[in-house]
């Protein structure tokens, strides 16, 4: 019986108040609470196909669920969706396998201008980012455009649509990855 004494002791030193407060906070912790943000990070391949002169619009399909998914699995259900913006987009160069061998013709200068629309079911399409004559480069931040996603998530039909124009055509496929941070914050003062 001393064990429990000497429990109840260690704790007599905690104020009331403190107590209190510590007892709801183990209470209600891992119990739905809403975070005030969740950062989505994502990750799309995109194929240049090789001889092409110009690039048809190409959807990136699949982040509309992606996200819904990632809220969900953070704790945020989209009715909580304050607002939701891109952060940073980045334009990575990745292959053709001949890339592994040489540098030269392994960069983004045959890209004039990429941008990156988004469109939902009875939503305008805008543009999110965008990237201009790119050049030799391999990697590229994209210029970021000041877009609210949150009513084309709540639209639950979100879609990515990547438009290229090209310089000059590419012998091979090339493979690119358009990678893109999205920040959503909650509305948190509905009950």
């Known amino acids: 019986m001393s064990g429990g004494s000497l429990a109840l002791t260690w704790f007599r030193p905690i104020r009331p108040a403190l107590s209190l407060a510590l007892g709801l906070a183990l209470a209600i ?12 990070e ?3 391949p995109l194929i240049i196909a090789g001889g092409l002169s110009a690039v048809h619009p190409d959807p ?3 982040i509309g669920s992606e996200v819904r998914q990632s809220l969900s699995d953070e704790g945020m259900p989209v009715d909580r969706v304050a607002s939701a913006r891109v952060a940073e987009v980045t334009l990575v160069h990745l292959s053709p ?4 061998i040489r540098l030269e013709g392994c960069d983004l200068a045959f890209i004039r201008e990429l941008e990156l629309l988004v469109e939902a079911s009875g939503k305008d399409r805008v543009r999110l ?3 201009l004559e790119p050049g ?28 290229v124009e090209l310089d000059n ?7 690119l ?15």
């Open 29 to 40: 912790s891992g119990c739905g609470l809403i975070p005030n943000e969740v950062e989505i």
């Open 42 to 44: 994502l990750d799309y």
């Open 60 to 62: 990136l399909p699949g």
């Open 97 to 100: 396998p001949a890339c592994d």
């Open 129 to 131: 980012a965008h990237v």
């Open 136 to 163: 030799e480069v391999r990697m590229v931040a994209m210029e970021i455009d000041d877009v609210d996603l949150k009513p084309y998530i709540t639209a639950g039909t979100m879609t990515l649509i990547a438009r």
């Open 169 to 175: 055509a590419p012998v091979e496929n090339v493979e």
């Open 177 to 191: 990855e358009v990678r893109a941070l999205l920040i959503v914050e909650a509305d948190l003062g509905r009950g």
